[in-house]
Structures are given as structure tokens and as C-alpha cells.
T-cell receptor
């Protein structure tokens, strides 16, 4: 069965370190998204990609970067981790855009920056 | 400010009761989706509505898209403990971007 996986599921890191969160999907979807989920804010879009070599900034992109070298993977990098980036991170993918943009989510990565 | 406001934020009810949660905005959406999220997992899509006034049913869950496509509601009949979770609405704006905007969610607890 097709799926979307994230690793690691939990990560503790120190302020200032570079951290990369992995996202891998076997749906063969062109569209991939990274969100963070915080109490009181819901899910907020960090970065997204509509295909290989395409990346775009979302609502809360400062301090984060992504690259898309193939269809299956969209790793999220925190260049220099800050305590404000402690959050739960979700990756998602979708087949189509426009009105029917139905997204499939991974299980999430809980990141703590100390 | 949130583009989509959900109410109530928290809801605790007894098994067998009915409930309605709301998702409101001042913006017009081309579609509205509802997701359910359980602890430690990612959101799972329940339904997509695209036409103003549209009503969709999924067993005991009834979803409605407002006539003006600015709001939506989710009604659960005879709630079960298995309905416990975080309910999120998400909308795609009619103008421009293809991305979804998520509400802050309604956390539902159904007590046996």
C-alpha cells in the first residue's frame, strides 16, 4: 500500500544545530507540503513543492529550507535550530491542486529544541 | 489572525449525544475539507465539499458547506467514544493559491 513516512518520529536537539527531518511518500504525488502544528495555531504551512526541483515558501518559512531532488522525498532543514521551532512537524502529499486538494499526512515528527 | 475559526475549541459530551462544530471565515473558499486527527498521528481526510449549500453524509457524520462558501459545519449524531479526536477544517481560497488553510481545530471527547 502507498504511504507517507517521516523520520525521526522524535528528536531533541540543541539551539544552533542544523537539523533535517525526512519525508518519503510512495503515492507518486507531485505535490508535497511541510506544516508545523502548535497549540492555538493549528497547522501552518512552512514550505511546499509542486514537483522535482520546485520549492516555495509558505506562511512560516523563516529559518527553514527544503529541496526536492526526486518525486518521493522532501526533506525539511532547520538551518540553526531555535527554541521557537519546538513543535510537531507534519509532511503531506496530494495528487491534485485546485478545489480538490486532498492531502495525505505522515505521522509527524516531534522536535524539541533545548 | 486565523483565516478559519473553529468553535468550540473543546467539547466533552456523553456517548449517544449529538453535537455540531463550526468552521467560519470572512473569506470565500473554493472547497472546504474536514480532517480528524488522533493523538500521535497525522490528520486523516474525512470529506471535501465544493458547492455552496452542499451536504455530505458519512455514516453518523453530516457535513454542510455554507451557501456563500464562507463556512461549514460538522454534525455528529449519537456520538461514540471512537469519535474522540481533533477535528480540523481546511479550505482552499477561491482566489489564487492552491494551498490549504487550516483552522485551529475542535478537540472532541466522547465519554462512555
Amino acid at each position: 500500500d502507498a504511504e507517507i513516512t517521516q523520520s525521526p518520529r522524535h528528536k531533541i536537539t540543541e539551539t544552533g544545530r542544523q537539523v533535517t527531518l525526512a519525508c518519503h511518500q510512495t503515492w507518486n504525488h507531485n505535490n508535497m507540503f511541510w506544516y508545523r502544528q502548535d497549540l492555538g495555531h493549528g497547522l501552518r504551512l512552512i514550505h511546499y513543492s509542486y514537483g522535482v526541483h520546485d520549492t516555495n515558501k509558505g506562511e512560516v518559512s523563516d529559518g527553514y529550507s527544503v529541496s526536492r531532488s526526486n518525486t518521493e522525498d522532501l526533506p525539511l532543514t532547520l538551518e540553526s535550530a531555535a527554541s521557537s521551532q519546538t513543535s510537531v512537524y507534519f509532511c503531506a502529499s496530494s495528487e491534485s491542486l485546485g478545489p480538490i486538494n486532498e492531502q495525505y499526512f505522515g505521522p509527524g515528527t516531534r522536535l524539541t529544541v533545548t | 489572525t486565523q483565516l478559519l475559526e473553529q468553535s468550540p475549541q473543546f467539547l466533552s459530551i456523553q456517548e449517544g449525544e449529538n453535537l455540531t462544530v463550526y468552521c467560519n471565515s470572512s473569506s470565500v473558499f473554493s472547497s472546504l475539507q474536514w480532517y480528524r486527527q488522533e493523538p500521535g498521528e497525522g490528520p486523516v481526510l474525512l470529506v471535501t465539499v465544493v458547492t455552496g449549500g452542499e451536504v455530505k453524509k458519512l455514516k453518523r457524520l453530516t457535513f454542510q458547506f455554507g451557501d456563500a462558501r464562507k463556512d461549514s459545519s460538522l454534525h455528529i449524531t449519537a456520538a461514540q467514544p471512537g469519535d474522540t479526536g481533533l477535528y480540523l477544517c481546511a479550505g482552499g481560497l477561491e482566489t489564487g493559491a492552491n494551498n490549504l488553510f487550516f483552522g485551529t481545530g475542535t478537540r472532541l471527547t466522547v465519554i462512555p
